[in-house]
């Protein structure tokens, strides 16, 4: 081991405990500030107390604390699933949002929302909007596929779909003209982007489904690397192409369509992360790359939120506002300055 690689590792090793460290803090203030102030040793009495009957603890376990998780498990899954399509396209511009991925997920959930299709449920249920979120998203990136296939320009690809995007937005408006007003409220509401409301059911099934889809993307990661110098190189070191293929897309598209779902669609983290961790960490590993894109994501989207619910409170401003306003100067800064070829 070289001594390069011994001042890498350090280097690696350094910002993973520094971003871990500035994430447990960003989540504890955003658990004890707000409309109602609470103490550091308050929230470890009712924490260690598991504490629900007083109003301090109705407040941070059944409010803050579920906001807070669903924040970080947001930010990690957004900024994971950016990443695995940046090197599918071997694009440094790709992500979820721009290939119209959440705007189809968006499309889709507004199907059951402004018509209240509850698959036989009750009511409409956590369940039947991520499914149709999962509907959405698979369904525009096939059709940015097929179309990448024949067009090789990233370019292009990025025009597709970014009109793919536009597309669903049309038909989610004209679904909103002939909604009812109730209807419209909630929808409205929902896409403006909030990890406010979230229920520990909720939490659950993201926790379940993504922690299984990290695992996944994790153990990839070698065949993530040998993909990025090209699929004949991946194809002579053994890894199935179309299998794989199939894998990076499903991925991507369950994380993204997963939290689009529970939270509205979340712009930038999925683009500006992957950059920021390979800044970070000095490497284009995936083995590195991918669980510091789960803590840096997870850091940056809980800092947003906690942005968002405080800057103009009591007013709380879309998440995606604040996303954006810290997501497109880094995507301009690595256009102008590292002048990235698209």
């Not at 018509?115 to 009511?123: E, H, K, V």
């Not at 004209?174 to 007003?181: D, H, I, N, Q």
């Amino acid at each position: 081991m070289t001594s390069e690689t011994i001042h890498l590792q350090k280097r690696q090793t350094f910002w993973f405990i520094v971003i871990l460290a500035v994430m447990a803090v960003t989540v504890a203030l955003n658990i004890m500030i707000g409309s109602v102030s609470i103490s550091f040793s308050d929230l470890s009495h009712i924490v260690s107390a598991h504490d629900t009957a007083s109003t301090e603890g109705f407040i941070i376990w059944n409010i803050r604390m579920p906001r807070a998780i669903a924040a970080v498990l947001g930010g990690a899954f957004l900024s994971v699933a950016g990443l695995l399509l940046q090197v599918f396209f071997r694009n440094p511009i790709v992500s979820p949002f721009i290939l119209g991925i959440t705007h189809g997920a968006t499309l889709m959930v507004s199907i059951v929302m402004l018509t209240g299709l509850t698959l036989g449920f009750s009511q409409i249920s956590p369940y039947i909007t991520t499914l149709a979120s999962f509907v959405g998203a698979y369904a525009v990136l096939a059709i940015v596929l097929v179309i990448a296939t024949r067009v090789k320009n990233g370019v292009t690809l990025l025009i597709v779909g970014l009109m793919m995007g536009y597309l669903c937005h049309a038909v989610t408006s004209m679904l909103l003209a002939f909604a009812e007003k109730e209807k419209i409220k909630g929808f409205v509401l929902w896409q403006l982007g909030s990890f406010s409301g979230f229920q520990w059911n909720e939490i659950q099934l993201m926790t379940i489904i993504g922690g299984l889809l990290l695992v996944l993307v994790y153990g990839l990661g070698k065949p993530l690397n040998a993909f990025l110098l090209g699929e004949d190189y991946a194809s002579s070191m053994g890894v199935n192409i179309r299998l794989f293929r199939i894998l990076i897309l499903l991925c991507a598209c369950a994380l993204a369509g997963m939290i689009t779902a529970v939270a509205g669609p979340v712009a930038f983290i999925g683009l500006a992360v992957p950059h920021m961790a390979r800044l970070c960490f000095n490497t284009s590993d995936n083995r590195i790359l991918v669980p510091g894109c789960v803590l840096l994501g997870g850091l940056i989207t809980s800092l947003c939120d906690f942005i968002a619910r405080m800057v103009f409170s009591p007013v709380e401003l879309p998440i995606s506002a604040i996303t954006a306003f810290f997501g497109a100067p880094i995507v301009l800064s690595l256009l102008l300055k590292r002048k990235v070829s698209i």
